[in-house]
């Protein structure tokens, strides 16, 4: 199947921990996107992965594409409650978004 | 602000009403979708219009019909819906439907959703 699994689903932790979520799947995919999904408004696009073993970071955010390209992970470093969101993975599949059910996470100041 | 409005965002109705949804983009964008969004599930994508033209429908009930009367505008008319059709529906655009694998210049703008109740 293409199905994208995201761990953990819930996280709760506190302003300035470092946290680490994962986005899995079973199959090789060629591309993978994060998005983050605040509350009351509609994923946005943080990044676009493309290349096995690729690093990207984006501010306090870091995200990796495994080397096999089954999987990708984003590392937070020093969570801030502006980080509080619904954090979602996606694949292309013949034309469309395929999506995991996302990390709920909660940074309590 | 991602450029792609909808209305309206709250929305309750009984299963005899008969509504619309209403998605709008400010982007230039030739390709627009519908996505269902319930607790303990995927974002599930619904229907995707390229150039005004449906080219998915991803084994919706017929109780759920879109309208594109341009590349700008999208409506979602709903009528005898369901208890479990209550979730929020997301409408996004992209520049064009994103074909085969990803590329750091495929994105899909969402709009806020509308979260919906079905009595």
């Known amino acids: 199947t293409q199905l994208l699994e995201q761990s953990p689903q819930f996280l709760s932790i506190q302003e300035g921990e470092n946290l680490t979520v994962y986005c899995n799947s079973s199959?090789?995919?060629?591309?993978l996107q994060w998005y983050r999904q605040e509350p009351g408004e509609g994923p946005v696009l943080l990044v676009t992965?493309?290349?096995?073993?690729e690093v990207k970071k984006l501010k306090r955010l870091t995200f990796q594409f495994g080397d096999a390209r089954k999987d990708s992970s984003l590392h937070i470093t020093a969570a801030q409650p502006g980080d509080t969101g619904l954090y979602l993975c996606?694949?292309?599949?013949?034309?469309?978004?395929?999506f995991g059910k996302g990390t709920k996470l909660s940074v309590k100041p | 602000e991602t450029g792609v409005t909808q209305t309206p965002r709250h929305l309750v109705m009984g299963m005899t009403n008969k509504k619309s949804l209403k998605c709008e983009q400010h982007?230039?964008?030739?390709?627009m979708y519908w996505y269902k969004q319930s607790a303990k599930k995927p974002l599930e994508l619904m229907f995707v219009?390229?150039?005004?033209?449906?080219?998915e429908n991803n084994s919706v009930p017929s109780r759920f019909s879109p309208e594109c009367p341009n590349s700008s505008h999208l409506f979602l008319h709903l009528h005898t819906l369901q208890p479990e059709d209550s979730a929020l529906y997301l409408c996004?655009?992209?520049?064009?439907?994103?074909?085969?694998?990803?590329?750091?210049?495929?994105?899909?703008?969402f709009g806020p959703g509308t979260r919906l109740t079905v009595l």
């Open positions: 996606a694949r292309g599949s013949q034309g469309n978004l395929i």
């Open positions: 992965v493309v290349t096995g073993g």
């Open positions: 199959s090789v995919f060629s591309s």
């Open positions: 996004a655009s992209s520049q064009e439907r994103v074909a085969g694998d990803l590329h750091s210049t495929d994105t899909q703008y």
């Open positions: 982007l230039g964008h030739n390709a």
């Open positions: 219009y390229n150039f005004k033209e449906q080219t």
